[in-house]
């Protein structure tokens, strides 16, 4: 009892830096084949820390440089957009604000919901082509919904977007494999993809926060 008192009482920081040792203990332990490269290790951590899912070893699939490119995007004020409230919600906005980004997500505007069911489509896919329209450098952060990677693939594939990047790490069974397939096809641009049906929100968020986490605070 007196053991489990005394844990209530850690600093949420403690947790987190006990937490990360853990991690780094586990992969060191377990997983001696995997040679996580430094670039990509802080994204990694962060991940599993999110979900307690080693399984993300395997399945996070990063382009060349792309946490490089992302990374020097967020230092200079990018939008990232997300398909979710939660996603959005799970980003630092304090620290993304320090350098002049923002986060948007346009599932919640009733024209989206209006131009979506007058089309029969989601409002996911609506959301892309209105993020489309933002005239700054965007990096999208997609952890629900597939049918806004598809959205993504078609425009970029008409020419009517270039994003900085793409985080794609949509969760579920339904297209959710192949969507993030199509982004990892999309050979220009740089992408952040886990493979497989695993995912979420929350692993959207944690990527884009361990970037930021990356850069000095201001």
Do not use: W
């Not at 939008?79 to 604000?97: H, P, Q, W, Y």
């Not at 029969?120 to 609506?126: D, E, K, L, S």
């Not at 919904?145 to 993504?152: C, F, K, N």
């Amino acid at each position: 009892m007196v053991q489990e008192i005394k844990l209530l009482h850690i600093e949420a920081k403690d947790i987190e830096h006990r937490s990360m040792e853990i991690i780094s203990d586990t992969i060191r332990q377990e997983y001696p084949e995997r040679m996580i490269p430094q670039e990509l290790l802080p994204v990694m951590l962060r991940v599993i820390h999110t979900t307690a899912d080693f399984e993300y070893l395997d399945t996070m699939t990063f382009t060349d440089g792309v946490v490089s490119i992302l990374s020097d995007a967020l230092r200079q004020g990018a939008v990232v957009v997300t398909d979710t409230e939660m996603a959005r919600a799970g980003i630092n906005k304090r620290r993304l604000s320090q350098y002049g980004g923002e986060v948007r997500c346009f599932m919640s505007d009733p024209e989206v919901a209006k131009e979506a069911k007058a089309r029969g489509i989601t409002r996911a896919a609506v959301s892309m082509e209105h993020a489309a329209h933002i005239q700054k450098p965007v990096i999208f952060a997609i952890g629900n919904a597939p049918t806004a990677l598809i959205s993504l693939y078609e425009l970029i594939e008409k020419q009517q977007l270039h994003p900085v990047g793409i985080i794609a790490v949509p969760v579920g069974f339904v297209n959710v494999v192949e969507a993030k397939e199509l982004i990892l096809s999309l050979k220009d641009i740089p992408s952040i993809v886990a493979r497989g049906r695993k995912g979420g929100s929350n692993v959207a968020a944690a990527i884009v926060n361990a970037m930021l986490y990356q850069l000095p605070e201001k």
